[in-house]
């Protein structure tokens, strides 16, 4: 009876460290499961490199079929990856030698495994060659792309343009570039110039000074303490705002005269945004920006920076101006400005951004199909509504009527971002959407050190829209 006694002990630790195996078998069963295609791209996983002996990598297509990468073999067998509109797409399809970037990394799970037939795979081992890859179709805009490419020319910046009630990504552009063709040997110079920093994809990873933009946030946060009471602000420019010893002056001391609410949105006025600062709860300034996803993380794929905006009660009325017109030391991504102007559009309600539409066999079935998905509502449809009514006043009367007086319909918001360094005077900001009244497309520009939205780009957008309805015939 005694013997029972003591070895009970042991058999309820042995229990103990069985359940304690099971458990954590089980974990590293499920993690692996939810992970698989994480630990499949580690590069660290040498399944990789049996698979690239085994396949040859897939082609990745734009939305209508046009080639973006494909990989070719010499008479020798010799594997190159070619990039037939050079530097074009150079971040958003990337590279696939030195590391990857890109939809190159992106969808490499599906590029480097093959799913082609049977008699496919009979066929290509009979010949001594690689089974096919799988292929890729993305959602980019070919003309879209290259429009914007173009409409960039040799300025530093970044386009990016989305599909509002989808999310697919139509077209994304940084400058300075690089040609993907050629990065293996171009790697060098490219990493060694430090001035241009051409891999740095400036639509998800550039941080700037939003400016004027951000006024969609701070009207939004009006609009939530104030609800109709909006309509009751007036406000007198002289082309300063002080606050005891701090001054707020507008773009090159333009003195803008009486406003109300959406006259000081149109025109853009710093004075009457650094008064409309002051005025507001702190706090919930604070929480209005979690909900906008600032400080934290967005729904993107690929590398990205986060944008930083902060606001509590304890911060100081000279920094509350500077945070309320997007200067100070606040700093956005184009492509969070572009998530922000995409709920805009679709009443409050943001779908998840994506750049592959459907996988494919090399001989064109299906593997896998990729719907919208609506990722979270940031704002409700009444705000939504009040800050479509505010955007289109931007065209209608402010600083974007360049966009006015078309064969479509746009709304958006311009930006003239200062910036320690300038040689010029701004950053030139540009995010909006169109047609006014059905939103299609949500696009987003930035020129480095040009000089003020409205004038350098806003007429990127029009480009940009023209092409866009000139192929959908509205």
Not at 443 to 453: F, K, L, Q, R, Y
Request: with cysteine; hydrophobic share 35%.
């Amino acid at each position: 009876m005694k013997e029972n006694n003591k070895s009970y002990p042991i058999l309820l630790i042995g229990g103990a460290f069985v359940l304690l195996f099971i458990c954590m078998i089980s974990y590293i069963c499920i993690y692996a499961i939810k992970n698989e295609r994480v630990m499949f791209d580690n590069s660290y996983n040498a399944h990789q490199q049996l698979l690239k002996t085994q396949n040859t990598r897939g082609t990745i297509y734009a939305s209508d079929g046009q080639v973006l990468a494909k990989t070719v073999t010499d008479a020798n067998g010799n594997e190159s990856r070619e990039y037939p509109f050079g530097k074009v797409f150079s971040h958003v399809i990337g590279f696939a030698v030195n590391g990857r970037s890109g939809i190159e990394n992106l969808a490499n799970y599906y590029l480097i495994n093959s799913n082609a037939t049977l008699k496919s795979k009979a066929q290509a081992r009979e010949n001594e060659m690689k089974f096919p890859g799988d292929n890729v179709y993305t959602t980019l805009d070919v003309d879209l792309q290259q429009t914007a490419y173009e409409a960039l020319s040799a300025h530093k910046g970044a386009i990016i343009v989305t599909e509002v009630d989808t999310g697919r990504v139509l077209c994304l552009v940084s400058k300075p570039d690089f040609d993907p063709s050629t990065i293996q040997k171009d790697w060098d110079s490219i990493t060694e110039d430090k001035d241009n920093t051409q891999l740095l994809n400036r639509v998800s990873q550039g941080l700037y000074p939003p400016g004027s933009t951000f006024k969609i946030v701070t009207s939004l946060e009006y609009y939530k303490e104030k609800g109709d009471e909006y309509l009751d602000y007036h406000y007198n420019c002289n082309g300063k705002f002080t606050s005891g010893n701090d001054t707020i002056r507008c773009f090159h001391g333009e003195s803008h005269g009486a406003l109300d609410f959406q006259t000081s949105f149109a025109k853009s006025c710093n004075s009457s945004f650094a008064n409309i600062a002051l005025q507001l709860d702190k706090n919930a300034f604070g929480k209005t920006l979690d909900e906008l996803m600032f400080n934290s993380d967005l729904p993107w794929d690929m590398n990205y920076s986060k944008s930083t905006a902060f606001c509590s009660s304890a911060l100081s009325d000279a920094d509350t101006m500077q945070l309320g017109i997007g200067q100070g030391t606040t700093t956005v991504t184009p492509l969070h400005i572009n998530l922000i102007t995409l709920a805009i559009a679709n009443d409050g309600i943001l779908m998840r951004p994506r750049f592959i539409d459907k996988v494919v066999t090399e001989d064109g079935k299906d593997i896998e199909v990729f719907k919208p998905e609506t990722y979270k509502k940031i704002m409700s449809e009444d705000e939504s509504y009040f800050l479509k009514n505010m955007m289109e006043k931007v065209i209608t009367i402010g600083t974007a009527s360049r966009l006015k007086g078309l064969e479509y319909t746009a709304a958006g918001k311009t930006g003239s971002a200062e910036f320690k360094d300038s040689t010029s005077d701004s950053h030139a900001w540009f995010t909006g959407y169109a047609p006014a009244e059905n939103p299609e497309i949500a696009v987003t520009i930035i020129v480095e050190n040009a000089g003020s939205g409205g004038e350098y780009a806003v007429p990127i957008a029009k480009r940009l829209f023209d092409c866009y309805f000139a192929k959908t015939g509205e």
